[in-house]
């Protein structure tokens, strides 16, 4: 049993759903990002999902665009994903950390060679927005050869055969995206969210994670007994953006920390 799978089965024998923070890697520099991963995960984030920045981010907002753009001008580059993962598991962090890419990065890297280098970097899991299960044949061989859980999104708008196919393709957990758009916080959920999670539990047993436009405690709270998980990334950068570095330390923990009472825990 992988991390992430120890992961889900931990947060149902506690009653809670797990927190799931997003960071750009290499914002805002390459330095503080270090710091703000650490403060994330110390603040009590349950998975790590690493953004790989990229020119063309067809998923994210505007939020996250501009992370990205920050950081490659900082000059992140995927290396740098592996680099954090490493250090963070040197440092003893064991939560699961999952990448988030877009496939031109893999296909530049090389799949195989991509998949081996974020084994050995201790990371657990692989996302990648802009690949459709029908074309990750190759990906997905290799992600398994390497114990790396492969997740594929879900969208409202997905017929039923298709989120069968979906569910098919991935492990670990299903991406629920909580809307039809790109990330970005918003101020309420979606309405039709719970029939929609509802019929993604019709044709998978797969933990469900919720993403895209998660980002105030009350959303939490309002997905306990629908997901698994919920996954918070544009409403972090936003307030890094709006505190000054001094500030960090306690405007996230604070931020992480009640974002993760309203997962349930006790």
């Not at 000059?75 to 962090?93: K, S």
């Not at 530049?108 to 044949?137: K, N, S, V, Y």
């Not at 709006?242 to 349930?264: D, F, K």
Request: charge should be neutral; proline fraction near 7%; hydrophobic fraction near 45%.
């Amino acid at each position: 049993m992988g991390r992430i799978d120890e992961l889900f089965s931990r947060l149902k024998a506690e009653g809670r759903m797990g927190l799931f923070m997003y960071v750009t890697v290499g914002y805002p520099d390459l330095t503080a990002g270090w710091e703000l991963t650490r403060l994330v995960l110390d603040a009590g984030a349950d998975l790590l999902e690493l953004g790989i920045p990229f020119s063309d981010p067809l998923a994210d907002g505007t939020t996250i665009q501009r992370a990205s753009h920050r950081a490659l001008e900082a000059g992140a580059r995927p290396g740098h994903a592996l680099d954090l993962a490493a250090r963070l598991r040197a440092a003893g962090y064991a939560q699961p950390l999952v990448v988030m890419t877009y496939y031109n990065p893999v296909l530049a890297r090389g799949e195989e060679r991509f998949c081996a280098e974020l084994a050995a970097a201790g990371i657990d899991g692989l996302i990648i927005p802009d690949l459709p299960p029908d074309e990750a044949g190759p990906l997905r061989a290799a992600a398994r050869a390497r114990g790396l859980d492969l997740v594929f999104l879900a969208a409202p708008n997905s017929p039923p055969e298709r989120l069968k196919r979906v569910a098919e393709a991935s492990s670990g957990f299903l991406y629920c995206v909580s809307l039809t758009g790109v990330t970005g916080a918003r101020d309420t959920l979606s309405p039709g969210l719970d029939r929609f999670l509802g019929r993604v539990r019709a044709v998978s047993s797969l933990p469900l994670a919720v993403g895209f436009g998660i980002s105030r405690p009350e959303q939490v709270r309002a997905l306990r007994g629908l997901a698994d998980a919920v996954v918070v990334g544009s409403g972090l950068i936003d307030r890094v953006e709006g505190t000054p570095p001094e500030g960090w330390a306690v405007g996230v923990r604070a931020y992480v920390r009640a974002l993760r009472v309203e997962t349930g825990r006790a």
